[in-house]
């Protein structure tokens, strides 16, 4: 009996061996065979994802087409109304009316800061009220001159610098000719 007792000792050890064996085995085929279905399903995936970035690709090229298409025409329109509002400013109504404008500031100057009078009133004999009336005028005039003419200020200030030189130098002239002319006055009544 003791022979029969050490070989079943054995025969459970060899069960037990025989049983985690085909578990094993049987965990593994099933596990090769889910990683099969898994590298089929990442490969699906990345295959759906490539090809859904291609849309997206080719869906942002014909965005960005039609967007610069539309922005294109914009522009040329924009052009279009920059050489229609030039060719108008430079109408003979738009100048007149300017050439208007712009003696009316003068004479607004003239009568807020140099005593002129409009209307037979000075600025110094108006009321608080009448004065900032005429500041408020005179402000709105210049903006709206200033937004037609941009820097008319300076454009008035080289031009009347520009004036004034030649101005000098027609002076310098007539003073030079004045001089000879005077010693020219000055020799004949010495002589007689």
Same mark, same amino acid.
């Given at each position: 009996?003791?022979?029969?007792?050490?070989?079943?000792?054995?025969?459970?050890?060899?069960?037990?061996?025989?049983?985690? +064996?085909?578990?094993?085995?049987?965990?593994?085929?099933?596990?090769?065979?889910?990683?099969?279905?898994?590298?089929?399903?990442?490969?699906?995936? @990345?295959?759906?994802?490539?090809?859904?970035?291609?849309?997206?690709?080719?869906?942002?090229?014909?965005?960005?087409?039609?967007?610069?298409?539309?922005?294109?025409?914009?522009?040329?329109?924009?052009? =279009?109304?920059?050489?229609?509002?030039?060719?108008?400013?430079?109408?003979?109504?738009?100048?007149?009316?300017?050439?208007?404008?712009?003696?009316?500031?003068?004479?607004?100057?003239?009568?807020?800061?140099?005593?002129?009078?409009?209307?037979?009133?000075? +600025?110094?004999?108006?009321?608080?009220?009448?004065?900032?009336?005429?500041?408020?005028?005179?402000?709105?005039?210049?903006? @709206?001159?200033?937004?037609?003419?941009?820097?008319? =200020?300076?454009? +008035?200030?080289?031009? +009347? @610098?520009?004036?004034?030189?030649?101005?000098?130098?027609?002076?310098?002239?007539?003073?030079? =000719?004045?001089?000879?002319?005077?010693?020219?006055? =000055?020799?004949?009544?010495?002589?007689?």
């Amino acid at each position: 009996m003791e022979n029969r007792f050490k070989l079943y000792p054995n025969k459970i050890v060899t069960a037990i061996c025989g049983i985690s +064996f085909a578990l094993v085995l049987s965990s593994c085929s099933g596990n090769v065979a889910e990683n099969k279905v898994q590298e089929n399903e990442t490969i699906e995936n @990345t295959q759906t994802e490539v090809t859904s970035q291609e849309e997206n690709i080719n869906n942002q090229e014909e965005k960005d087409s039609a967007a610069t298409t539309a922005i294109e025409i914009m522009l040329e329109e924009g052009e =279009k109304l920059k050489d229609s509002a030039s060719n108008a400013a430079n109408s003979e109504q738009v100048q007149e009316e300017l050439d208007r404008s712009m003696q009316n500031l003068k004479d607004l100057t003239d009568f807020v800061f140099n005593g002129s009078e409009i209307n037979g009133v000075t +600025f110094s004999e108006l009321s608080d009220k009448g004065k900032e009336s005429a500041m408020n005028a005179l402000s709105s005039l210049d903006d @709206t001159i200033n937004y037609l003419v941009p820097d008319y =200020k300076e454009r +008035f200030k080289d031009w +009347f @610098t520009d004036s004034a030189a030649k101005g000098l130098d027609a002076l310098d002239s007539l003073k030079d =000719k004045g001089l000879e002319l005077w010693d020219e006055i =000055k020799s004949k009544r010495n002589s007689k």
